[in-house]
């Protein structure tokens, strides 16, 4: 049986979702199956491999890719980590669980070395806990990736606050 695939989508496939495949693949371990890729794809930002190299993770060999429709049609979850890619990407197949954050892009970050990197370890500290809750609710009492309805996020969460989390399936 083949793993389910967690495939992160975002504008340039450059920073939000690289860090986001990163995560989720150290944090997933060999249950799934993890991919992302941009609506126009650009190349992975050198200030997003260094805010996950500061935790341990290296994303090196991440390439910045276009949606593969092949991988869309398979996943199990889809989430857009922008508005562009929320509303352009194109539409998994209904049953497919969608999920959209919507993060700061670091990228557009403005300031000396020093403020834009705080930008784009906050955005990376933001992208940890929502991969962390998104594996929770995916996940069952035996760790198995499960396809089962959505699970709320614990009353107060701020990364999950109810205005800026929306699901379809």
Not at 71 to 98: K, N
Not at 146 to 155: E, K, N, R
């Amino acid at each position: 049986m083949p793993k389910p695939l967690m495939y992160f989508v975002c504008t340039g496939n450059s920073c939000r979702s690289q860090m986001a495949e990163g995560f989720a693949r150290l944090l997933g371990g060999d249950r799934w199956q993890v991919a992302s890729a941009g609506i126009a794809p650009t190349a992975v930002n050198p200030l997003a491999v260094i805010a996950m190299s500061e935790v341990g993770i290296d994303i090196t060999p991440q390439t910045s890719k276009a949606i593969d429709r092949d991988l869309l049609q398979r996943a199990t979850v889809v989430v857009t980590l922008c508005g562009d890619a929320e509303e352009t990407c194109p539409a998994p197949p209904p049953g497919v669980r969608r999920v959209h954050w919507p993060l700061p892009d670091p990228a557009r970050a403005r300031g000396d070395a020093a403020e834009v990197a705080a930008v784009f370890r906050s955005v990376r500290d933001e992208i940890r806990a929502c991969v962390e809750a998104l594996l929770g609710e995916e996940t069952d009492q035996a760790g198995a990736p499960t396809t089962g309805a959505a699970v709320l996020p614990p009353p107060g969460d701020p990364h999950f606050a109810a205005q800026d989390r929306r699901e379809s399936r």
